[in-house]
């Protein structure tokens, strides 16, 4: 089956250091997604990527779709104590039907 | 908008009992995914439904487990009988169409 490998799986840094993490796939997706998932609750969507080369931000957090489709990024920038966290990536692939993929985590912490 | 309402949050049982998971999806959201997260094994698809059909079951771990879907605003997880190993955060999350997946905050299930 699929699987979705990422890196690195946790990491410690500095605040206002910048961030970057990886996620790469056997197989290729037609659509990635980046979600955070905080201590005691459920991942929140933070960015949806739905074409090879996209590059899409919000706010500090930027991410892309890999252009072989089997990769995708994230980076996030000047980082703040409330960025720690478990950062998921998943791949997706719809044709009528979808079904979700998900990594296996980056849990980042931030040293005020 | 309330998200994607999960409850109880938290759920105590003894082995052998039956333990029933709810979860009301973001009004107008056409998929509706039931998954588990462990440490071991991370977040696990177990089940997800489009308008209310069941499409793919095939994460259920056994007959133990099974999931229903009534109506567009509500699906059960059900656990019969429980087992210690059954121990895990239950996540309901809900989409529409192909956009990226919406998580409730979970049930934490321990089966003592």
């Known amino acids: 089956g699929q699987q979705l490998n990422q890196s690195p799986q946790s990491m410690f840094i500095q605040e206002g250091e910048d961030v970057s993490m990886n996620c790469t796939s056997s197989?290729?997706?037609?659509?990635w997604l980046w979600y955070k998932q905080d201590p005691g609750e459920g991942p929140v969507l933070l960015i949806a990527?739905?074409?090879?080369?996209e590059l899409t931000s919000n706010g500090r957090l930027t991410a892309q779709f890999g252009i072989t489709r089997k990769d995708s990024f994230l980076n996030i920038s000047a980082s703040i104590p409330s960025d720690v966290g478990i950062y998921f990536c998943?791949?997706?692939?719809?044709?009528?039907?979808?079904?979700?993929?998900f990594g296996t985590g980056t849990k980042l912490q931030v040293i005020p | 908008d309330a998200g994607v309402i999960q409850s109880p949050r938290h759920e105590v049982t003894e082995m052998g009992q039956e333990v029933t998971l709810r979860c009301k999806p973001i009004?107008?959201?056409?998929?509706l995914f039931w998954y588990r997260q462990t440490m071991m094994r991370g977040l696990e698809l177990l089940i997800y439904?489009?308008?209310?059909?069941?499409?793919?079951d095939s994460g259920m771990p056994e007959d133990r487990f099974s999931a229903k879907m009534p109506n567009a605003s509500f699906s059960t997880l059900k656990i019969q009988p429980s087992e210690p190993r059954d121990s895990a955060v239950y996540f309901c999350?809900?989409?529409?169409?192909?956009?990226?997946?919406?998580f409730g905050a979970g049930t934490r299930l321990s089966v003592l």
């Open positions: 998943a791949g997706m692939n719809s044709g009528g039907y979808q079904k979700v993929t």
């Open positions: 197989s290729i997706f037609n659509t």
């Open positions: 009004s107008g959201h056409d998929y």
């Open positions: 439904f489009n308008n209310n059909v069941p499409i793919d």
């Open positions: 990527l739905y074409k090879a080369g």
């Open positions: 999350a809900s989409s529409l169409g192909s956009g990226g997946l919406y």
